[in-house]
């Protein structure tokens, strides 16, 4: 499987989506990877996950939402934000036959794979990475109310510092949801999957935690 660019449209706009293949090379599942609220698909924290992936036998979508490609700080409303992920999967499985597809991302990313899932769109896994359960400071706003429809193995990560995931709601939300979830801390890691240099841990160890633990997922879907 080799690098390959799109331009895929999606409703009145176009995106960019690329491809990064699994260093394994033929027959690799592919993660359709959406960005963060605040990112875009070549922000440094996409491509040092999408790079660690690839290394653990994961081709990965990279793509823009349609606000990120025009170089915009608002985000698109949530139905825009799922309307793009159904079309860039659609335009890369038209060319390509993947054994397996993994739809996700980082935090609002996720965050609309999850919803799409929990509507019934087609995918084989979900990889969460920075779960945005509720807004900074107000964990009183669950966005929890979809996850129960998921019916797809999910693999979720979360900081125990982060401030949009408080450890103790999330671990009340998951003890209601089906056996297909998995949920894996990141000890002493926050939304953005930094540590402190107190902590005694690195973000390269955060970055190798997840790699290991998505690579072991990944095997036994």
């Keep these: 499987m080799d690098a390959r660019q799109w331009s895929v449209k999606v409703g009145s706009d176009a995106v960019t989506a690329v491809l990064d293949p699994a260093a394994t090379g033929a027959q690799a599942p592919i993660f359709v990877f959406a960005h963060g609220a605040g990112g ?5 924290g996409t491509l040092a996950l999408a790079t660690m992936l690839c290394a653990r036998g994961v081709s990965v979508v990279r793509f823009n939402f349609p606000y990120s490609e025009r170089g915009s700080r608002r985000p698109d409303p949530m139905p825009v934000l799922r309307e793009c992920i159904e079309a860039v999967v659609a335009r ?4 390509i036959d993947a054994p397996r597809w993994i739809l996700g991302g980082r935090s609002m990313g996720g965050r609309a794979a999850s919803m799409l899932a929990a509507g019934g769109f087609a995918c084989d896994a979900l990889l969460l990475l920075a779960y945005p359960l509720h807004p900074a400071g107000e ?4 966005r929890d109310a979809h996850l129960a429809r998921i019916g797809v193995p999910v693999l979720c990560f979360n900081g125990t510092r982060d401030a949009l995931c408080r450890r103790d709601l999330m671990d009340a939300v ?3 949801l089906s056996t297909n979830w998995r949920m894996h801390w990141l000890e002493g890691a926050d939304h953005s999957f930094h540590v402190l240099k107190a902590s005694g841990r ?4 955060i970055l190798d935690e997840i790699g290991h633990a998505t690579g072991h997922w990944v095997r036994n879907l």
């Design 40 to 44: 875009h698909m070549t922000d440094r």
């Design 139 to 142: 964990p009183a706003k669950l």
């Design 202 to 205: 690195t973000d390269a160890d």
């Design 174 to 176: 998951v003890g209601r």
């Design 92 to 95: 890369v499985a038209s060319e």
